[in-house]
């Protein structure tokens, strides 16, 4: 498939596709024009590196992973620098439970000063 058609199956930018083959996260074939060509599972691999990039991996990362992912064989090296992005990701996870906490508390004091009439007061 031509980029375009990969862009619109995954949802992923052009630009973000370039970038991916620039990082050597995805490959792809060239035809005589010049025009990228991508093998059906190209989808899938996306779908892959998006959800690790969500996850907070930068490139160089989600780079040494992906033969992991692919082959299903992994180093004790991999293993442990794995768990300690869980750890981080646990981190974010806890770090981003409190912030909603705090906001549902300035909510519930901003709708109190409301229906009050009172001033808004942090608690």
Do not use: F
Not at 49 to 64: D, F, K, N, T, V
Not at 90 to 95: A, L, V
Request: proline residues 3%.
């Amino acid at each position: 498939m031509r980029i375009g058609e990969l862009a619109t199956r995954t949802g992923v930018s052009v630009r973000s596709l370039r970038y991916y083959e620039e990082q050597g996260l995805l490959a792809s074939e060239r035809s005589p024009s010049g025009q990228r060509r991508y093998e059906a599972r190209a989808v899938d691999r996306v779908h892959r590196i998006q959800q690790l990039y969500r996850a907070g991996l930068p490139s160089r990362s989600i780079r040494e992973l992906l033969p992991c992912v692919a082959t299903g064989e992994a180093s004790e090296e991999l293993l442990i620098w794995l768990a300690g992005e869980r750890d981080r990701i646990d981190r974010q996870i806890d770090d981003l439970k409190d912030t909603r906490n705090r906001l549902d508390d300035i909510i519930s004091t901003a709708a109190t000063a409301l229906h009050t009439g009172q001033p808004c007061e942090a608690s």
